[in-house]
């Protein structure tokens, strides 16, 4: 069975207290709601790091996966404060994100960087949810073509590597992020087909999919229909009631789900 993909970061918002009450609610949401339930859609947490194992505990036994926010582009070695691929896949993450606008801007990560934490990815068997998005406000074709070669970039290493497979490619227009509405149904359903016609192009990344986040909230996956595989949310998701709503959308979409994976049993 097909499934969409909706993927929740909780960034560095949240103490232990606070992350522990939204996965708890979240936790017991997800073992009855029918979406999750029934494998209708995949609902992936990325908490702060040093919540990860609590999390893990507490989705144990949940359809609900977990990722990392980060990682880094070495399995092991002096990297101090850095988090590996392999550290992340031992304690039973499945997803990590990769390439973040936030992680670009702030801490200045580079294109050769995002292609060899790709490529970590990868080769620790976990799922990256790559971030893509273009600057400025643009017209759909602009941002279409920076999107495509942002892509191609990060996915270079993991090429030339042969350590390839699914992901998940989270378009998020970086002028788009914190603002107070995304961006506009056309313009994201205008890229995200762009995106997923290029990976259907690349037979080694078979099984991807296209999700949409930048000031993703309640009510969007009803405007946006088959035009994306999923959401990626932030902020909007810090009410476990919102995450709620939002899968009750998908459940509302009764047209196909398009570009979506496999839906792989958990283990």
Do not use: R
């Given at each position: 069975m097909s499934a969409l993909l909706i993927?929740?970061?909780l960034?560095?918002?949240?103490?232990r207290r606070r992350t522990a009450q939204w996965c708890r609610s979240v936790a017991d949401m997800a073992t009855r709601?029918?979406?999750l339930r029934d494998g209708h859609v995949k609902l992936v947490v990325l908490p702060s790091f040093?919540?990860?194992i609590e999390a893990l505990d507490i989705f144990a036994e949940t359809p609900v996966y977990i990722?990392?926010?980060d990682l880094y582009s070495s399995d092991e070695g002096a990297f101090t404060g850095e988090v590996s691929g392999a550290q992340?896949?031992?304690l039973g993450c499945r997803y990590v994100e990769v390439g973040h606008a936030e992680r670009r801007r702030i801490f200045g990560e580079n294109d050769a960087l995002i292609a060899a934490k790709t490529a970590a990815a990868y080769r620790n068997h976990l799922t990256p949810i790559l971030c893509i998005g273009e600057t400025r406000r643009s017209s759909g074709t602009a941002a279409v073509k920076e999107c495509l070669a942002q892509m191609d970039s990060a996915l270079t290493m993991s090429v030339d590597d042969?350590?390839?497979?699914p992901m998940a490619v989270a378009y998020e227009p970086q002028w788009a992020i914190g603002a107070d509405e995304p961006a506009s149904p056309d313009h994201i359903t205008t890229v995200s087909k762009a995106l997923r016609s290029h990976l259907d192009s690349m037979p080694q990344f078979a099984g991807s999919q296209v999700i949409y986040g930048g000031s993703a909230g309640p009510g969007l996956f009803t405007e946006l229909k088959a035009g994306v595989d999923g959401l990626f949310l932030g902020r909007f998701a810090h009410d476990p009631a919102a995450v709620e709503l939002i899968l009750d959308e998908t459940l509302a979409d009764s047209g196909?789900?398009?570009g979506a994976h496999r839906q792989e049993e958990k283990s």
């Open positions: 993927g929740v970061s960034k560095m918002y949240f103490g709601h029918p979406a040093p919540y990860l990722g990392g926010q992340l896949a031992e042969a350590a390839t497979g196909p789900l398009v």
